[in-house]
T-cell receptor, first 113, second 112 residues
Framework: GENVEQHPSTLSVQEGDSAVIKCTYSDSASNYFPWYKQELGKGPQLIIDIRSNVGEKKDQRIAVTLNKTAKHFSLHITETQPEDSAVYFCAASKTGTASKLTFGTGTRLQVTL | ETGVTQTPRHLVMGMTNKKSLKCEQHLGHNAMYWYKQSAKKPLELMFVYSLEERVENNSVPSRFSPECPNSSHLFLHLHTLQPEDSALYLC???????????FGPGTRLLVL
């Protein structure tokens, strides 16, 4: 089955700096890669996703890149703000009926003033 | 709010108790999921229901029993749990033919 590894497990950046979180996956048939943000006391919230037919996707301060050959994808957050502090999870799945997402172990991002 | 609600938000139970977790989605989806989230571990998929039929059961112990009476509601019935079952239990939903899943806030379960 699919295996997703995520690094780093914790990340501390100063406000205004950029943050990068990286994930690798094992199943070359995976073609859907979402990123979720989980704040304290809440469930994971989808923030951006990418499919294998594109190499990069951007939404304001958030971008995701995908390298299918190397089987890795990354989340980039620019101009970080304190409200970006949360746990971020990457995931991978194949498209299809009731897809089975395989999650990484999460990255705790702390944005300091 | 994501349109997925879960009750209760917190639950403390003894190992001999029977309790149920409830999930409701207001997004018009027809697939629903139960996940277990433990500290320092990836989210673990427990059960998947698509079009009200169970399509995935990830070797979950029989002390966890899911029920999906319709496409908007999902239950997880709990009995004779163990302390290691203490975790955050998350419900999610999606369209059955789409990949994007939307999560509820979770039920924090403590088994004493």
């Amino acid at each position: 089955g699919e295996n997703v590894e995520q690094h780093p497990s914790t990340l501390s950046v100063q406000e205004g700096d950029s943050a990068v979180i990286k994930c690798t996956y094992s199943d070359s048939a995976s073609n859907y890669f979402p990123w979720y943000k989980q704040e304290l006391g809440k469930g994971p919230q989808l923030i951006i996703d990418i499919r294998s037919n594109v190499g990069e996707k951007k939404d304001q301060r958030i971008a995701v890149t995908l390298n299918k050959t190397a089987k890795h994808f990354s989340l980039h957050i620019t101009e970080t703000q304190p409200e970006d502090s949360a746990v971020y999870f990457c995931a991978a799945s194949k498209t299809g009926t009731a897809s089975k997402l395989t999650f990484g172990t999460g990255t705790r991002l702390q944005v300091t003033l | 709010e994501t349109g997925v609600t879960q009750t209760p938000r917190h639950l403390v139970m003894g190992m001999t108790n029977k309790k149920s977790l409830k999930c409701e989605q207001h997004l018009g989806h027809n697939a629903m999921y139960w996940y277990k989230q433990s500290a320092k571990k990836p989210l673990e998929l427990m059960f998947v229901y698509s079009l009200e039929e169970r399509v995935e059961n990830n070797s979950v112990p029989s002390r966890f029993s899911p029920e999906c009476p319709n496409s908007s509601h999902l239950f997880l019935h709990l009995h004779t749990l163990q302390p290691e079952d203490s975790a955050l239990y998350l419900c999610a939903s999606s369209h059955a033919d789409q990949e994007t899943q939307y999560f509820g806030p979770g039920t924090r379960l403590l088994v004493l």
